[in-house]
């Protein structure tokens, strides 16, 4: 891997580009890719071995099994973060610390099974609740404590769009480098 550029290797599909517009048809093609992420992921892993669940994406990065766990527990961070805004007025959001997670027992030696089952319903449920947002609902935000922004519902959509593919393509780049089926 070291003969690939590392920037590349941290983000392989590019780094978000917060869109412009957000057209329904855009929104509607989000939607979609995150309803698809946990099949999409599962048909990437589900066959792994430990030891290739066990393997860095890149140099210093997670292990394909921290990427798995980390994805559940930032979309079910996007779950809630949702239901937020949805139900509080600009409520401020509880940030917390994605890398101090990822060293925890349960991202670094539980299997993948229980979290892939975990983003099934996850995505189920925040495909559901999103392809139901009103105009009005897709402009409610929250503030983000990192950087006192706020965030609007349908930015969250085109985000975690974004974010599932890119921890996909994680996982499909490191397969393909060491020729893994």
Known sequence: MENLDLEKLKYPIG??????????????????????FPEK?????????AQQLDTPYRPGGWTVRQVIHHCAESHMNCFIRIKW???????VIKAYDEVLWSELPDNLKMPIEPTLSLLEGLHFR????MKNLSETELEKSFIHPENNSAIKIKQMIATYAWHGKHHLAHITTLKKHNNWK
């Open 85 to 91: 805004a949805l139900t509080e007025n600009n409520p």
């Open 15 to 36: 780094k978000f580009i917060t869109p412009t517009t957000y057209s329904k048809e855009y929104l509607f093609s989000q939607i979609e890719e995150i309803s698809l």
């Open 41 to 49: 992921l599962k048909q990437e892993t589900i066959h792994l071995s």
């Open 126 to 129: 925040l495909a559901f609740i």
